[in-house]
T-cell receptor, first 117, second 115 residues
Framework: AQKITQTQPGMFVQEKEAVTLDCTYDTSDQSYGLFWYKQPSSGEMIFLIYQGSYDEQNATEGRYSLNFQKARKSANLVISASQLGDSAMYFCAMREAVSAAGNKLTFGGGTRVLVKP | DTGVSQNPRHKITKRGQNVTFRCDPISEHNRLYWYRQTLGQGPEFLTYFQNEAQLEKSRLLSDRFSAERPKGSFSTLEIQRTEQGDSAMYLC?????????????FGDGTRLSIL
C-alpha cells in the first residue's frame, strides 16, 4: 500500500493566486513527521515546511502553510500568492518515528505546478 | 551552511562499467542518506549512515551497489557492472541527529545515464 499519495499529477495556477496541493498518508505510528519539498527543473530538493503529528497548530512558513487534518490523514500544502518561480515539482514526504532507518523519508509521487503569468 | 555537495553532476557510461559518486554532507550533520529518483517519481530510500556506520540498506540496493562513509565525513556510492535500469538521479541528503522534526537537506544530485 502507498504510504504517501499525491493524487494531482499536475496543476496550473494563475500568478498571484493560491494553490492547494493534496497529500494523504498511511501510518500506524502515533509519532511521525510530514515534510514538503520543492524540486525545480534543475533537480535540487528544497525543504519547504514541516508538520509534526503532535503539533496542534498548522505549520506556516512564509507563503507556505500546511492544512493538517490528522483524523483524515491528510497534510495539504497551500502556496499563497503564487509566483512564476514556484513552478516546480512538489513532493510530500513522511518520516515515521519507529523506522529503523534513522527516520528515512518516504516520498509521494509528486505534483507538478506550473504558474501562468 | 555550505550545503550538501555531490559530484559529479552528470555521469554517462556504458553498460557494464563501474561508477562511483561522492557526497559531502553539511559539516555538522552526522546522518547521511542516499536516495534514487527515476523520471517522474519521488525519491526512494537506498541507504543510511550515522557517522561511519551504515545502519540500514533498502532492498533496492542490490549486491552491485555499495556505499561507504569512512571517518563519518563524505560518502561514496559505487555501482558495479551498471545496467540500463540503473539510469536515475542519485540524491544524497544529510541531517542532524535529534527529533523527528529535523529536515533532511539534499544535494543537487548525480544524474546517471547508462548507454
Amino acid at each position: 500500500a502507498q504510504k504517501i499519495t499525491q493524487t494531482q499529477p499536475g496543476m496550473f495556477v494563475q500568478e498571484k493566486e493560491a494553490v492547494t496541493l493534496d497529500c494523504t498518508y498511511d501510518t500506524s505510528d502515533q509519532s511521525y513527521g510530514l515534510f514538503w519539498y520543492k524540486q525545480p527543473s534543475s533537480g535540487e530538493m528544497i525543504f519547504l515546511i514541516y508538520q509534526g503529528s503532535y503539533d496542534e497548530q498548522n505549520a506556516t512558513e512564509g507563503r507556505y502553510s500546511l492544512n493538517f487534518q490528522k483524523a483524515r490523514k491528510s497534510a495539504n500544502l497551500v502556496i499563497s500568492a503564487s509566483q512564476l518561480g514556484d513552478s516546480a515539482m512538489y513532493f510530500c514526504a513522511m518520516r515515521e518515528a519507529v523506522s529503523a532507518a534513522g527516520n528515512k523519508l518516504t516520498f509521494g509521487g509528486g505534483t507538478r505546478v506550473l504558474v501562468k503569468p | 551552511d555550505t550545503g550538501v555537495s555531490q559530484n559529479p553532476r552528470h555521469k554517462i557510461t556504458k553498460r557494464g562499467q563501474n561508477v562511483t559518486f561522492r557526497c559531502d554532507p553539511i559539516s555538522e550533520h552526522n546522518r547521511l542518506y542516499w536516495y534514487r529518483q527515476t523520471l517522474g517519481q519521488g525519491p526512494e530510500f537506498l541507504t543510511y549512515f550515522q557517522n561511519e556506520a551504515q545502519l540500514e540498506k533498502s532492498r533496492l540496493l542490490s549486491d552491485r551497489f555499495s556505499a561507504e562513509r569512512p571517518k563519518g565525513s563524505f560518502s561514496t556510492l559505487e555501482i558495479q557492472r551498471t545496467e540500463q535500469g540503473d539510469s536515475a538521479m542519485y540524491l544524497c541528503a544529510s541531517s542532524r541527529t535529534g527529533n523527528i522534526n529535523q529536515p533532511q537537506h539534499f544535494g543537487d544530485g548525480t544524474r546517471l545515464s547508462i548507454l
